[in-house]
């Protein structure tokens, strides 16, 4: 039975991880969760899965989740209460909890980075969904992993693919296992992008896009900053650099492919010019999965793919002048150390004022990239982690400052923030 901690657990991944738990009961079990604000949520989770330890972001919510908790305790049979803890600290301790096997990393953006060093330090197995972690510190990321021996799964749906290809090659030993180091026959990665929200949409109704149209994701369904993500491209693009530190490939050899029908989650190219690809209905479920068995495969009743069901499966080159981010992402990746981590956190802060309606759809990309050019004379290129940690800091700060400034043409006239 493997022994499972769930960071963020009452967000999208972190939900459908305990789905699976709860379907495989035999083979996993619980034994730390993290969480934001959800209280209701959380109570109900504890219920279900008994852990061992339970860390709440925000401290001040600990008193409310005890009562809550004492409350259900004597109103029926006496239940375990797990340790629970606040803040930074009490995040980290449950992420490297001393019993856990595997650490699912559902925390959306950087608030994501300490817990997951905290568990790669401790030797635990990771399940990365949370890509912000791995692009904003690659750097700092990769050699910690080397030194604890902690393994990065990934969830990512694109990632998982490609590992599962890799899986079938003769470097299986070598590359299946994440570590930034280059795979010697692995010729080029070919990620496959649904297209997000916007992709029927023409560059001049893109102008009326609004909040509740960028939160709707055709295929997927997920957390409000991923499905943002998915409707500017931006996704596509930190998994350009996702890619480039899980599987050690230059940039040169990792291509986007839209492909609306999100069957194919990806394909990766060798040597020889084969091309392997993995696919599945678009369901987060099975890339979860396979982290939590790999090596091994579990066998599960999940809707079965049928071609024939599907129909069509149709591809056509990204377009990089409606969705600038993509670009951006390559040249920002190629600029390497601290660069991606000021574009992902001017991307959080960017999509943290487009969901308060600040700022419109159309102008992400360009605060973004406003903050990246400003960085440029102060790049570092082996930044540690107090360098990420200042940078990122410094990024959001900078991207609202751009936004007040109101030097960049905007889309909608600006509002102070
Ligand atoms: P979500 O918004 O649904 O959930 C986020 C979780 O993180 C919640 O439990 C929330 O309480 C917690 N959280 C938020 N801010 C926090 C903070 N400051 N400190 C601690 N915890 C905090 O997000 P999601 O869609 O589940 O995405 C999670 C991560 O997985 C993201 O990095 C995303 O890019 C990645 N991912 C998600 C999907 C998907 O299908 N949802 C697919 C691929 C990758
Ligand atoms: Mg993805």
Request: negative net charge; proline residues 6%.
């Amino acid at each position: 039975m493997k022994a499972i901690s769930v960071l963020g657990s009452t967000g999208s991944i972190g939900t459908q991880t305990l789905q699976i738990i709860e379907e495989f009961p035999d083979q996993f079990r619980v034994v730390a969760l993290t969480a934001g604000k959800n209280l209701p949520l959380v109570v109900e989770q504890i219920q279900k899965h008994a852990p061992e330890v339970v860390a709440l972001a925000d401290e001040s919510l600990l008193p409310e989740l005890n009562e809550r908790l004492l409350a259900l305790s004597s109103e029926n049979q006496p239940k375990n209460i797990p340790q629970l803890l606040g803040g930074p600290d009490g995040l980290n301790a449950a992420a490297s909890w001393s019993t856990t096997d595997l650490v699912v990393t559902g925390i959306v953006g950087c608030a994501g980075l300490l817990p997951t060093l905290a568990a790669i330090r401790a030797g635990k197995d990771i399940a990365l969904a949370n890509k912000e972690t791995l692009i904003a510190a690659g750097p700092v990321v990769l050699p910690e992993l080397k030194k604890s021996g902690s393994r990065l799964l990934p969830a990512d749906s694109e990632h998982s693919a490609i590992f599962q290809c890799l899986q079938g090659t003769p470097w299986a030993e070598t590359a299946r296992l994440s570590t930034g180091v280059p795979t010697p026959g692995l010729r080029r990665i070919q990620l496959t992008a649904s297209g997000g929200a916007f992709r029927d949409w023409s560059t001049e109704e893109l102008k009326n896009a609004t909040v509740s149209d960028a939160t709707s994701h055709p295929n997927w369904s997920m957390g409000k900053k991923i499905t943002v993500d998915s409707a500017t491209l931006m996704n596509k693009g930190l998994e350009v650099i996702e890619a480039h530190y899980l599987f050690g490939i230059d940039y040169d050899q990792i291509e986007i492919v839209i492909h609306p029908q999100s069957i194919i989650h990806s394909m990766i190219e060798l040597a020889d010019s084969s091309v392997l690809a993995q696919l599945g209905w678009p369901d987060m479920k099975l890339p979860i999965l396979f982290c939590m068995s790999w090596p091994n495969r579990q066998e599960t009743p999940w809707r079965r793919l049928k071609l024939s069901e599907v129909g069509e499966l149709t591809f056509r080159a990204p377009d990089t002048a409606k969705y600038p981010c993509m670009s951006l992402a390559y040249s920002v990746g190629r600029a390497g150390g601290t660069m991606p981590a000021v574009m992902n956190a001017a991307n959080e802060e960017a999509v943290a004022q487009f969901l308060k309606e600040k700022i419109h759809f159309l102008d992400i990309p360009k605060f973004i990239e406003a903050v990246c050019e400003s960085h440029k004379p102060d790049l570092q290129n082996k930044p540690s982690l107090d360098d990420i940690i200042s940078i990122d800091n410094w990024a959001r700060i900078a991207l609202r400052e751009e936004i007040n400034r109101g030097t960049i043409k905007t889309a909608i006239p600006r509002m102070a923030v």
